[in-house]
């Protein structure tokens, strides 16, 4: 029987399936959520959500009757997925409910900007910003009818994430912690620390070797501070009903 939730937000074109390594290892004790978002594999059909506050109302109104058991929940987000669990995040707590901890990985803190356009450019930038990142199989890159398939929901996701602007007072008041590729372009270690001023619990950062998908080359490392995470969960809820 499960006696914490981890739930996975994918990165800007990710899927669900990324995090199976992870479900595989904290399976049976956690009860591993891995969002699907429109657009992509066994939900390709369904448009894409372009707005990253409209996929956070969405993503909030599946998760919020799942929370209702109160199972001690962790939400861990990767790049885009960091912003979109922070966000969710901060909707639940607003419901009363929410995780107890976000942890935000590979992602600089939703008061910083960059003019980034990466949404904007032909297909074949889209495809070299990928290739740039590491992020994505390079056997869907070399098969060029599913990558094809896949651009659009890509596309959606960079527009989302590229678009989005946070509000820099906006504060949860779960627990976050910052995974960070010490070469990581998408994220230098000051706009890392820029999480802080986005929570009033505990905060900590974490920075691993490795560039924006460190988390692939690392993962015994990433298991171990999620699993500490869900640790700390797990003792808060035995210290209330103590």
């Known amino acids: 029987m499960a006696t914490a939730r981890l739930v996975c937000f994918p990165h800007a074109g990710g899927a669900a399936s990324f995090f199976h390594p992870m479900a595989t290892a904290f399976a049976p004790s956690v009860d591993v959520v891995s969002l699907q978002y429109p657009g992509r594999q066994d939900r390709r059909r369904e448009s894409c959500i372009d707005h990253l506050p409209t996929l956070a109302d969405a993503v ?3 998760l919020e009757p799942c929370l209702a058991d109160g199972l001690p929940t962790v939400f861990f987000g990767h790049s885009m997925g960091a912003l979109l669990a922070f966000e969710v995040a901060w909707r639940l707590e607003r419901r009363g ?3 107890g901890t976000v942890i935000a990985s590979g992602r600089r803190a939703p008061s910083t900007t960059r003019e980034e356009q990466v949404h904007l450019g032909d297909d074949d930038a889209l495809i070299e910003e990928i290739k740039r990142l590491n992020g994505t199989d390079a056997a869907l890159l070399a098969d060029e009818e599913i990558l094809r398939m896949s651009l659009p929901a890509i596309r959606g996701d960079y527009t989302a994430v ?5 509000d820099p007072e906006r504060r949860i008041g779960a627990a976050i912690t910052v995974l960070t ?12 620390r820029g999480w802080e001023r986005h929570t009033t619990g505990a905060f900590r950062v974490v920075v691993l070797p490795g560039g924006h998908f460190f988390l692939v080359d690392h993962q015994p490392a990433v298991i171990r501070e999620v699993t500490a995470d869900l640790d700390r969960g797990r003792g ?3 210290g209330r009903a103590g």
Request: a negative charge; proline letters at 8%.
């Open 236 to 238: 808060q809820r035995s």
């Open 181 to 192: 590729g010490d070469a990581d372009p998408k994220t230098t270690a000051d706009e890392a």
């Open 97 to 99: 409910t929410g995780p």
């Open 162 to 166: 590229e678009t989005y602007r946070g």
């Open 60 to 62: 909030t109104a599946e």
